[in-house]
């Protein structure tokens, strides 16, 4: 086809008005990109972070162990947004990155959780069966198009066999601001734990999804590949000086986002059982309501205990260390307990010091050859009230001040305990021998 020359000078000056404005157009847009990256650059968000921007992935995922620790594995997770078809993947670890040997899909348990006037959000928990003892095993959590990272965890052995935990007082207040280290220090002094035990008070005020927000902030990605041992505090539930009969009970948070057995008094779960661990009973109590149900469970539970040591963990403590405070109801119910069944180390918190008494029996310091129980009080968060002397006599330790995490080592018949700073420095240690 022949053109004009009139026609085709008309074309060439549509053409490169047209190739103006591309031009200026994709100049505004590369210029806009740049000022939102120089913006993103300044504030740290990083092309990850963009890119997540609005994900609604799996968080605040934790392990905690079961009542069968060798070969069960328990899993909690939420979203912000309900998740189609939520379930949950565990294979065999192998050299290969393949993760497909012996690769199982199990179905979730869904819980739809109020955090604010309109605000919901979705709390799941799976439990692995059927696992081998003292086996490393890969797990993921999520949905087809968005699943959480593969972790690691390993089951329990069998039988007795040398393990050691971390132990840690209540956390509470400035938990990222001042928890984070302090848990950092205890990952990087025993990396290797089995578990890590808490007593308690994880937050200052247990109904508030703000400072859960903190406290998975400080974990990291701890909980995921460590499982956790955890019992209620008083800042669990409502402040019972203002709140009681029906209205006093346990804030709503606490069981979402755990999966601890329920194999203790009715009415209690989640927040008090057992679990035997190669060759230790740990007996976790709610120092918080139903004292007599828990004390006539902790009897027939310690009766019946098949294995050579015996951990108690409660909140409130038995001989309290911190000014003002003594709670001989606790002592006139539990100690004769403890005492029956020469329940070895109880490890408790809400004092904000630190302590540890002798070897005790009947209120008194145990003779040489005699069984008994030392009780133990710490503290891991930034929070500290000032001692009183009043069991001062009872006492090996006590002082207050200090940020600290235990790690506990149980070696057939030796029961290894050090206690460390934020530093990582030792600053308490005994042993125990079981014969
Ligand atoms: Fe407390
Ligand atoms: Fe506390």
């Known amino acids: 086809m022949r053109i004009s020359n009139k026609k085709s000078g008309t074309c060439l000056k549509i053409f490169f008005l047209c190739l103006f404005l591309l031009f200026t157009v994709s100049c505004a847009v590369s210029e806009k990109q740049a000022v939102k990256k120089q913006a993103d650059a300044r504030s740290g968000i990083s092309a990850y972070t963009q890119y ?5 992935s ?22 912000c947004a309900k998740a189609k078809d939520p379930k949950a993947q565990i294979a065999s670890v192998a050299d290969s990155p393949a993760l497909k040997e012996n690769l199982r899909t199990i179905n979730t348990v869904s819980e739809k959780v109020r955090v604010g006037k309109e605000k919901f959000v979705y709390h799941y928990s799976a439990v692995f069966k059927n696992l081998k003892p003292n086996t490393i095993y890969a797990y993921r959590v999520g949905t087809g198009d968005n699943w959480s990272e593969w972790n690691q965890f390993k089951t329990a052995g069998k039988n007795h066999k040398p393990f050691k935990f971390v132990y840690l007082g209540d956390p509470q207040e400035n938990v990222k601001s001042m928890c984070s280290r302090i848990f950092r220090a205890a990952y990087k002094k025993a990396p290797d734990a089995n578990f890590w035990l808490f007593v308690g008070d994880l937050v200052d005020n247990g109904d508030k999804d703000e400072e859960w927000t903190e406290l998975f902030y400080a974990f990291g990605w701890i909980p995921r590949m460590t499982p956790m041992m955890l019992l209620p505090g008083n800042h669990e539930y409502p402040d019972k000086r ?5 209205a006093f009970k346990l804030f709503q948070l606490w069981r979402p986002h ?16 057992f679990i035997d661990y190669q060759g230790v009973r740990f007996v976790m109590l709610n120092g918080n309501e139903k004292l007599e149900e828990q004390a006539k469970w902790l009897d027939r539970i310690l009766a019946e205990n098949p294995h050579p040591w015996t951990i108690a963990g409660i909140h409130q403590p038995v001989y309290s260390t911190a000014k ?4 001989s109801k606790l002592q006139n119910l539990l100690v004769p307990i403890f005492d029956k069944h020469s329940v070895d180390l109880v490890l408790q918190g809400h004092d904000h010091t630190y302590s540890r008494t002798y070897k005790m029996k009947g209120g008194v310091r145990a003779g040489k050859n005699e069984k008994g129980t030392v009780y133990v009080i710490s503290v891991s968060g930034p929070k500290f009230y000032q001692v009183k002397t009043h069991y001062k006599g009872l006492m ?19 029961l290894l305990y050090e206690s460390f700073d934020v530093k990582g420095e030792l600053y308490d240690s005994f042993t125990l021998k079981n014969n």
């Open 52 to 56: 997540h921007r609005n994900d609604c």
């Open 58 to 79: 799996p968080e605040r995922i934790i392990l905690n162990l079961t009542e069968t620790p060798s070969k069960s594995q328990a899993v909690t997770w939420r979203t």
């Open 242 to 246: 203002h709140v009681q009969g029906k």
């Open 258 to 273: 755990f999966t601890l057995p329920e194999n203790g008094p009715r009415g209690l779960e989640e927040t008090v059982y």
């Open 324 to 327: 003002y405070r003594n709670d």
């Open 396 to 414: 090996a330790k006590m002082e207050t001040g200090r940020q600290l995490f235990q790690v506990i080592h149980i070696d057939h018949d030796c």
